[in-house]
């Protein structure tokens, strides 16, 4: 009778643990709801993702970005059901520019700088900035004609990023930096001014059909 009595009073108690493990989409309304969903539903194609609307111009993304914090888009196929749930929505600041990186670890820092008055002078005499990256620079973006992309703060090399948000340049003004600890050496066109863009992130459920 003792354990029979036990059982009732741990029931509510089993039952409730149990309710609180498992958040239901519909009580997710922020990033630590959905980060909760995620740890009850475990699921390889779950996850949150965000959309940004410069970086992603897809249909999809076209359609989240205009629902409010909250709504959903379902899309279906003959397997299962995706459902994207937007959880949060801002506007943050990003930052664009153009950049040349000269390497002195080989030729020596004289060389690097002299080089790089050599390619302001072809900038200045109407050389195309992207055709002169594309030319002389060593870095990975090199080939996009030196374009970062937009970015936010944290994204980039500090020092170079610092560079990049000083907010004392003019647009289309040429900027020379130096990162003499790492033989670096920069040229930097700032091709676009800070702006605000729209970003989203949205719980992402994928369910299989029976």
Sequence with gaps: MKRLLLVFLLFPIILSAQESATISLDS??????????????KSRGNKLITFNEEKHKTNLAADLLKLPVGGKKTIENEVEKTTYKVVEKENIMHYRASYILLESKKNGADKAVSLRNKIT??????????FLAKKYSVAKNATRGGDTGWFIKGEKDILLEIAI??????????????DTEKSLYYIILKSYLPKEIKEIKALKIVERKD
Aim: no cysteine.
């Design 121 to 130: 002078t072809e900038y200045n005499n109407g050389y195309p900035f992207d």
């Design 165 to 178: 948000t000083d907010e004392s340049h003019d647009l289309n003004s040429i900027i020379s930096y130096d």
């Design 28 to 41: 997710v309304t922020d990033i630590l709801k959905a980060e909760e969903y995620l740890k009850s539903h």
